[in-house]
T-cell receptor, first 112, second 114 residues
Framework: LAKTTQPISMDSYEGQEVNITCSHN???????ITWYQQFPSQGPRFIIQ???TKVTNEVASLFIPADRKSSTLSLPRVSLSDTAVYYC?????????????FGAGTRLAVHP | DAGVIQSPRHEVTEMGQEVTLRCKPI?????LFWYRQTMMRGLELLIY????????DSGMPEDRFSAKMPNASFSTLKIQPSEPRDSAVYFC????????????FGSGTRLTVV
């Protein structure tokens, strides 16, 4: 599984757009990029997954450049309830080797 | 679906006692995972099952830990004997082959060993 590097923590204010960048220089051809969100006292929750270019859903957008060595999770107009830890993971989600290894994640604090 | 169901939510036990954590995965999911989370070590994968068969238990810390999945709707993680350093939040997650990394996690069991 490719190693990922992301900031330990970030601060933002309500209504702002937040971009969290993750580096994965050793990403393999078949690897996908997956982001999870974890609120205090809850289990992680799947947010978004992509392979290349841009993916958008009702929660976030994921931007992946052509070389795929990094990715950016974009949260539009954050609110206090977006305060959480965000994990970036890289790997092949299908097939016989199917397990997620979590890193330290990015602790996002949204302020009023 | 009620999601992944874990019990109990909280467990306080004395050192040396046996502890059993329980998990009911989402119906139809063929993968089940047990994770442990602490402030110091973050989220650690302990073991995972595919179609009720243990696939990788390399994350199980020592022989005091054991996990079983007797059928597709139930799994247990047992610690015997428990030690204070086992105090953590234990999460169970499940997914199906077609969902890839779209795991669904339970709410966790907060274990305190005193």
């Amino acid at each position: 599984l490719a190693k990922t590097t992301q900031p330990i923590s970030m601060d933002s204010y309500e209504g702002q757009e937040v971009n969290i960048t993750c580096s994965h220089n050793n990403i393999a051809t078949n690897d996908y990029i997956t982001w999870y969100q974890q609120f205090p006292s809850q289990g992680p929750r799947f947010i978004i997954q992509g392979y290349k270019t841009k993916v958008t859903n009702e929660v976030a957008s994921l931007f992946i450049p052509a070389d795929r060595k990094s990715s950016t999770l974009s949260l539009p107009r954050v609110s206090l309830s977006d305060t959480a830890v965000y994990y970036c993971l890289v790997g092949v989600p299908w097939g016989g080797y199917n397990k997620l290894i979590f890193g330290a994640g990015t602790r996002l604090a949204v302020h009023p | 679906d009620a999601g992944v169901i874990q019990s109990p939510r909280h467990e306080v036990t004395e050192m040396g006692q046996e502890v059993t954590l329980r998990c009911k995965p989402i119906s139809g999911h063929d993968y089940l995972f047990w994770y442990r989370q602490t402030m110091m070590r973050g989220l650690e994968l302990l073991i995972y099952f595919n179609n009720n068969v243990p696939i990788d238990d390399s994350g199980m810390p020592e022989d005091r830990f054991s996990a079983k999945m007797p059928n597709a709707s139930f799994s247990t993680l047992k610690i015997q004997p428990s030690e204070p350093r086992d105090s953590a939040v234990y999460f169970c997650a499940s997914t199906s082959t077609g969902d890839g990394y779209g795991y669904t996690f339970g709410s966790g069991t907060r274990l305190t060993v005193v």
